[in-house]
């Protein structure tokens, strides 16, 4: 199966059913005989534009935009994941701790990875917790007031 092929399954899977981790993705792709590495799925599901969205009942799945030709820049990405999902800010230094709820610190991260912030050298991502280095020319503090004010929050969550 080509990979044109596989993101239209992957598309398809995602349209009809809600499914809120890439595990269960994997599971079904392989019911429908593709064998897929989760390296592999992100890259697909990043290059369909696809996003955790939270749904009614309070759980987060996978959907795709309508039109995914259409996509956002990254940084009004970062801007809405960061509103949606970042729950706490420490700061050490050079370095930057953002805490999601549980499951979701990759999403955040990869937003935040996406965005290509020149003061950002790079993510690490757990369950919950996002660890984020600043460059050598910022500080952690100007880092995480600048993630503050694209997620909307006017004050100090945690420091």
Request: glycine share 6%.
């Amino acid at each position: 199966m080509s990979k044109s092929q596989r993101q239209h399954l992957l598309a398809k899977i995602l349209e009809e059913q809600a499914v809120s981790s890439q595990a269960k993705l994997v599971e079904l792709l392989k019911a429908e005989g593709i064998d897929v590495t989760q390296a592999t799925l992100s890259r697909d599901l990043e290059e369909l534009g696809a996003v955790k969205v939270r749904v009614p009942v309070g759980d987060s799945i996978y959907a795709v935009p309508d039109n995914p030709t259409e996509r956002v820049l990254p940084v009004d990405y970062l801007r809405r994941v960061l509103g949606e999902w970042l729950v706490e800010v420490s700061v050490s230094n050079n370095i930057v701790v953002l805490r999601t709820p549980p499951g979701s610190a990759h999403v955040v991260a990869s937003a935040v990875d996406r965005a290509s912030l020149p003061e950002i050298i790079g993510t690490v991502a757990g369950d919950d917790t996002v660890i984020l280095v600043a460059a050598s020319d910022t500080t952690g503090e100007k880092v995480s007031e600048k993630l503050k004010d694209l997620a909307g929050i006017r004050t100090a969550i945690s420091e």
